[in-house]
């Protein structure tokens, strides 16, 4: 989506997770096809072994197919589609209508969501301090200058 071509450098078989890395699903409409039921399933073992994952979009769909969010709160883009695209998925308990959701280690989120998405992944990896964090995340939610010097002002003892 978005004319965007990813080319990767390694294959899946060469991937190596570390305690603190995370798996990154970004959204797109191809996340049910047969190439991509690799990773959805080294996903799926992710969030089962409270290993950190995020997806967006499309990618909330692949992973509900999959059967990765019948016992974990997560979000998509709609708890009916997500039931009509995924026949077999039943964790419509778990779905939470917020644009993002974090739940353990997996962050999921609404396509029209990327800053909260954004917000609850840098959250989750424990990038910023409190204070730095809220301040960016108030900038780009409400796009007030004022959040920027607040972003500034608390880098500087960092």
């Not at 959204?27 to 991509?36: A, K, S, V």
Request: proline share 3%; with cysteine; glycine share 6%.
């Amino acid at each position: 989506m978005g004319g965007f071509i990813i080319q990767p450098n390694i294959s899946i078989e060469q991937l190596q997770f570390e305690e603190n890395d995370i798996l990154i699903l970004p959204g797109g409409d191809t996340w049910l096809e047969e190439e991509n039921q690799e990773i959805i399933k080294i996903a799926k073992e992710h969030i089962k072994s409270n290993l950190a994952v995020a997806a967006i979009c499309g990618a909330t769909i692949g992973l509900a197919k999959e059967g990765a969010l019948n016992n974990i709160k997560h979000t998509s883009n709609d708890k009916e589609f997500l039931k009509i695209i995924c026949p077999d998925y039943t964790g419509e308990d778990y779905y939470v209508n917020l644009p993002a959701v974090r739940d353990k280690k997996l962050v999921t989120a609404s396509g029209i969501a990327p800053i909260e998405f954004t917000y609850e992944v840098l959250k989750l990896l424990d990038v910023f301090n409190k204070k730095t964090l809220e301040a960016w995340y108030k900038l780009y939610k409400t796009k007030d200058s004022k959040y920027y010097f607040e972003l500034m002002d608390s880098m500087k003892n960092n």
